[in-house]
């Protein structure tokens, strides 16, 4: 059988017997694809440093009929997160992209435009500034998996929260106006939305260089992440890392 050929990004890599390692892939034209990786540990020729997680990478690997895993050949580097220096805070931050790619992309199921994204925010996310990119990455993947809440109307009451205060809670699944909130809301403010809405309409890039503390877009970061923990029903561990890192 041919190998199949792809652009993807290393997810994520685990020990498999002595020398082997299992790998998850995201990859471009197949989505997200597991696979064991031969001698992984000793082959220098095949894969190098090409399986550090998100290494962009042209990836060869065997898929066989009723097997779960493929069969990873070879992996040729195109970018790696390694050419530049990775502080604590950058290493965390791309360990949050490929939880949340792990988390949330199903097996086998190509998405260009969440390929596409991630590379954009990978490009820009290359010194100690982690924050734009990490508040894109997030608001952007929510919109695209389907689970980001209409920002602009109560979900009780229908209302209109342009020029209004808005909150949101854990266990609801939108924005609220201060009539209809929910004990124990947050409030988002809305410098924050009307953030949301500029991300939305251009690219990363256009973000690059800005100055962003931490404290901007934080509101937004917890409410989309609530809204992505609410639907996996799991924490995501590298989102209290962010939030506790001190940077």
Same mark, same amino acid.
């Given at each position: 059988?041919?190998?199949?050929?792809? @652009?993807?990004? $290393?997810?994520?890599?685990?020990?498999?017997?002595?020398?082997?390692?299992?790998?998850?892939?995201?990859?471009?034209?197949?989505?997200?694809?597991?696979? $064991?990786?031969?001698?992984?540990?000793?082959?220098?020729?095949?894969?190098?440093?090409?399986? @550090?997680?998100?290494?962009?990478?042209?990836?060869?690997?065997?898929?066989?009929?009723?097997? @779960?895993?493929?069969?990873?050949?070879?992996?040729?580097?195109? @970018?790696?997160?390694?050419?530049?220096?990775?502080?604590?805070?950058?290493?965390?931050?791309?360990?949050? *992209?490929?939880?949340?790619?792990? #988390?949330?992309?199903?097996?086998?199921?190509?998405?260009?435009?969440?390929?596409?994204?991630?590379?954009?925010?990978?490009?820009?996310?290359?010194?100690?500034?982690?924050?734009?990119?990490?508040?894109?990455?997030?608001?952007? +993947?929510?919109?695209? *998996?389907?689970?980001?809440?209409?920002?602009?109307?109560?979900?009780?009451?229908?209302?209109?929260?342009?020029?209004?205060?808005?909150?949101?809670?854990?266990?609801?699944?939108? +924005?609220?106006?201060?009539?209809?909130?929910?004990?124990?809301?947050?409030?988002?403010?809305?410098?924050?939305?009307?953030?949301?809405?500029?991300?939305?309409?251009?690219? *990363? #890039?256009?973000?690059?260089?800005?100055?962003?503390?931490?404290?901007?877009?934080?509101?937004?970061?917890?409410?989309?992440?609530?809204?992505?923990?609410?639907?996996? #029903?799991?924490?995501?561990?590298?989102?209290?890392?962010?939030?506790?890192?001190?940077?």
């Amino acid at each position: 059988m041919a190998l199949r050929e792809s @652009e993807a990004i $290393v997810l994520r890599t685990y020990p498999l017997r002595e020398a082997d390692l299992l790998v998850t892939l995201f990859t471009r034209a197949e989505g997200k694809v597991r696979g $064991v990786a031969r001698s992984a540990k000793k082959s220098k020729r095949r894969f190098g440093g090409a399986l @550090e997680p998100l290494t962009y990478v042209r990836a060869f690997y065997d898929v066989r009929e009723r097997q @779960e895993l493929a069969r990873l050949d070879a992996c040729e580097v195109l @970018e790696s997160p390694l050419a530049t220096e990775v502080s604590y805070a950058r290493a965390v931050a791309l360990a949050h *992209v490929a939880e949340l790619l792990d #988390e949330l992309l199903p097996d086998r199921e190509a998405n260009d435009a969440i390929f596409r994204l991630t590379l954009s925010v990978l490009h820009v996310m290359t010194g100690s500034e982690i924050w734009m990119p990490v508040t894109y990455f997030d608001l952007w +993947l929510t919109r695209l *998996v389907g689970f980001l809440p209409e920002l602009t109307e109560c979900i009780v009451c229908g209302r209109s929260l342009n020029g209004s205060r808005a909150f949101f809670h854990a266990l609801a699944d939108g +924005l609220m106006c201060p009539e209809d909130k929910r004990l124990a809301s947050s409030e988002i403010s809305s410098e924050s939305r009307a953030l949301a809405a500029k991300m939305f309409r251009a690219p *990363v #890039e256009s973000f690059a260089g800005m100055p962003w503390p931490k404290a901007q877009g934080a509101d937004l970061r917890k409410f989309v992440i609530q809204a992505l923990q609410r639907h996996i #029903e799991k924490k995501l561990v590298t989102a209290g890392m962010l939030e506790k890192g001190g940077f």
